[in-house]
T-cell receptor
Framework: KNEVEQSPQNLTAQEGEFITINCSYS?????LHWLQQHPGGGIVSLFM???GKKKHGRLIATINIQEKHSSLHITASHPRDSAVYIC???????????FGTGTRLKVLA | NAGVTQTPKFQVLKTGQSMTLQCAQD?????MSWYRQDPGMGLRLIHY???????DQGEVPNGYNVSRSTTEDFPLRLLSAAPSQTSVYFC????????????FGDGTRLSIL
């Protein structure tokens, strides 16, 4: 069983739809990260969370530490949001990040 | 700031050859790490460093060496390339390990024939 699991693995949405990507983890963490990887391959950090909720533009990330679960929401989705979204955690007591396998999102015009 | 710079972007090697993937950052970050990304799998940690002179193994270290003689540079060496090392390699850095956003290089696509 992977220590960080994401769902769904693949997601296709129509432009304008509200999108939710989920991440569950089984280890103690200091923080959780949401990353975006575009088809060109580069990886950028979207959010870092240790509690509560963060918002940046149309993106919202939430975390529930007790339930070991985080969600990434995209409001009013757009084709340019098409990318792979990756969840990663800072495992407490180690110096090792653990990554989920990613959610491939395609937003159709 | 250039951020995290990886070179080369693409490389083809023959089995048994050695090479070094370069990674440099200009943000004075203490934590640096190397990952490989394979289809259907998450990024997997190869080696990491928490500061100059300090390195340690990650999840998949076999066949790779690293060194950290300066804060800025963290090269990854393939000792004797094998087809199983065909992958996309990413270098990343952060100010320190915990509770810091990671900055990634653009990746190196490596094929071993």
């Amino acid at each position: 069983k992977n220590e960080v699991e994401q769902s769904p693995q693949n997601l296709t949405a129509q432009e304008g739809e509200f999108i939710t990507i989920n991440c569950s983890y089984s280890v103690g963490i200091s923080a959780l990260h949401w990353l975006q990887q575009h088809p060109g391959g580069g990886i950028v950090s979207l959010f870092m969370l240790s509690s509560g909720k963060k918002k940046h533009g149309r993106l919202i990330a939430t975390i529930n530490i007790q339930e070991k679960h985080s969600s990434l929401h995209i409001t009013a989705s757009h084709p340019r949001d098409s990318a792979v979204y990756i969840c990663a955690v800072d495992e407490k007591g180690t110096y090792k990040y653990i990554f989920g396998t990613g959610t491939r999102l395609k937003v159709l015009a | 700031n250039a951020g995290v710079t990886q070179t080369p972007k693409f490389q083809v090697l023959k089995t048994g050859q050695s090479m070094t993937l370069q990674c440099a950052q200009d943000m004075n970050h203490e934590y640096m790490s190397w990952y490989r990304q394979d289809p259907g799998m998450g990024l997997r940690l190869i080696h990491y460093s928490v500061g100059a002179g300090i390195t340690d193994q990650g999840e998949v270290p076999n066949g790779y060496n690293v060194s950290r003689s300066t804060t800025e540079d963290f090269p990854l060496r393939l000792l004797s390339a094998a087809p199983s090392q065909t992958s996309v390699y990413f270098c990343a850095s952060s100010r320190e390990y915990s509770n810091q956003p990671q900055h990634f290089g653009d990746g190196t696509r490596l094929s071993i024939l």
